[in-house]
């Protein structure tokens, strides 16, 4: 039998599954038994942590990509955006992971956050504008949006009304039914990814 293929899952709360009250609804366990009810044979690593900024995800992509690791996905920035951080550090940190997995002939999926218009349209556009030339850079897949799951379903993120049917109370964090959305938007591109491992 061969081994299942590991995903390693890098990101912030959005990842790990903050404020659910049952992990396994969770996006690593939704996005790992949606894979495998198309029959993939695979692993999702869980290498979310709550808060993390993508200068922490650079800080510990050595440790969370262990021997097993057959593809990473990265979702980081979002925390950058709330802190209204530097996109040009942003972008650095996210360099110095796109080049550790690189390093070690790992596919990446480059999964985008999308700045809001209120720090003004030349951060929206260096912010936003990032994921795409990194990935270019280093061709690596790109997702464009995180959410775009939720607006496939009529969801704006712009919009908090729109989005209340599938978020948490805090309007940041997805509920049960905004996470299956997301793994469903994200799903055929994680699914792509695989396609990539081993060639």
Known sequence: MAEPVTIVALGDSLTAGYGLSDQSQGFVPVLEGWLTAKGHDVVVQNAGVSGDTTAGGLARIGWALGPEADALIVTLGGNDLLRGLDPASSRASLDGILKEAATRKLPVLLVAMKAP???????????????GELAAQYGTLLADDFFAGLR???ADPADPASLAAFMQADGLHPNPEGVKLIVEGLGPKVEELLTRVGS
């Open 117 to 131: 218009g209120n720090f003004g349209p030349e951060y929206k556009a260096a912010f936003d504008g990032m994921y």
């Open 152 to 154: 496939a379903a009529g």
